[in-house]
């Protein structure tokens, strides 16, 4: 083959090959990291000329402040809304974790990671503490879990700003802490449920050095009823309390250093009445006043020496009917009922025959649930709306219609009468009805002598001045 020049290639080896890509792959990264490095440089250039991020840093911190309020309302996982936050970019991660008061609630149901992280970030900030160590889920580490939770938590009580928790009996490092240190705490709501074991394990002691509660919420807990720091309640809460409950002399005390009171409910607080004093208790703010499940003696001083605002909510049961025997009581009950509705239009009364016992409530209130026969109208009616259910004894009807006629109050536009019972037929003291003028309304359930109530409405009949002659309830409409 002379004369011909022949060129042999020479192929690369496997290993060049890897080589050569690898070689490729390194440069590709490299390159992709600068790429990244200049489009975030561009991000970060293009979103410090958004408006929101040439705000002053003080200036955008509370707004995130004020997202995170409104965002997180009525919710306990708080900390995804700030992760939600700090996920948006680096300089919002910076202001997030900069900001002290975005770590301040603190709930059983943020992970211990989380926990720390928000105890870290807080810095010394006044702290919302949520326990429920009753919902918590089981597992195998739950103990331990819940153990360090309250350590942790109860090591930093100098930050309590308001604490709630709810548990089978009150966490001992809480207790401690509680009567120890807690200067800046105003809330304290601590609830064992109805049953549980730690109903009869003492009593939650508050340390007197501190500002005073403006929210003491307690159900199944005793308390030291004495402290110095109970002297400017805002709501008073108290439910099922027969360990350690407080004696009326306490409780009155309380609630006269509290002026600016706007709730004030009672539920089954065994307090025994130590005391008679009737003194009145002016509460210009009261909103709410509740007392349910009460003894007769503690009820009757409190409706006869509280006075509260006009445009009050107000549920009172039962009052016995020996007890409305007595003058001063319903003399109060008649001042409670005419201030009452003379401001909201609206007076709701319900006698039970059986028990021989009357409750009194104010409409709308929807804080209380009462009974209420299917046949009232709604909330926001106005009007005295008064339900008899007849039993053994007519005198706590008898006792009503006075207090009716006493606050002025005797234009009942609804009336129910029912009874539910086996026996034959009840008697209804169809006399009441000569005082009931303004009825509009009324209604009959169950087997009743109703002949009798219609001939009282048939037939006229002197006026009891002996004046003139009429018939009972003349501005009747419904009768079903």
Known sequence: MSGILVFLKRFDTKAELLAQLEHHRKLQHAISQEIESH????????????????????????????????????????????????????YWFDMVTGEPRLWTKITSTDPPMITAAKLRNSKGAELDVELDLVGRMPSITADAEEEWL????????????????????????????LSGSSPVLRDLCARIPWGWQGQSEGRITLGDDGVTLRRLRLECVGFGWDSPRLTDLKYLWLANISAHPPTL?????????????????LTNVRCQADEIDLAPVHLPNLKTFKLEGMLQAVSSNLVCSIHGSRGCGVLIRPLEAADLATSSLRSAISR??????????????SVDGNMDEVTIRTAP???FEVWRPETWPDQGAKGAFLAIQLGGSNAPI???????????TTAVIHLDIR???????????????????????????????????????????LSQQGERWGWACPNLTTLR
């Open 39 to 90: 489009s975030a440089l561009i991000r970060y250039k293009l979103n410090s000329f958004l408006p929101l991020h040439t705000l002053p840093a003080e200036l955008f911190r509370e707004i995130l402040v004020h997202a995170l309020s409104v965002e997180s309302e009525g919710s306990s996982n708080t900390w995804k809304h700030v992760y939600k936050l700090a996920s948006v970019s680096k």
């Open 150 to 177: 309250t350590d942790a938590v109860s090591g930093e009580s100098q930050r309590w700003k308001s604490l709630a928790f709810r548990s089978g009996s009150c966490p001992r490092s809480v207790r401690q802490a």
């Open 249 to 265: 002399s306490q409780l009155r005390g309380i609630i006269q250093s509290s002026p600016n009171l706007e709730t004030l409910s």
């Open 336 to 349: 409670w009922v005419e201030a009452l509705f003379q401001a909201t239009g609206s007076i709701f009364l």
């Open 365 to 367: 209130s929807p804080h």
């Open 398 to 408: 008898y006792q009503v219609v006075d207090i009716l006629k006493a606050s002025n």
């Open 419 to 461: 009874w539910f019972g086996i026996e034959d037929q009840r008697e209804f003291p169809v006399e009441i009805l000569d005082d009931l003028e303004g009825v509009q309304q009324m209604t009959v359930l169950g087997p009743m002598d109703i002949k009798a109530v219609m001939n009282h409405l048939e037939l006229p009949r």
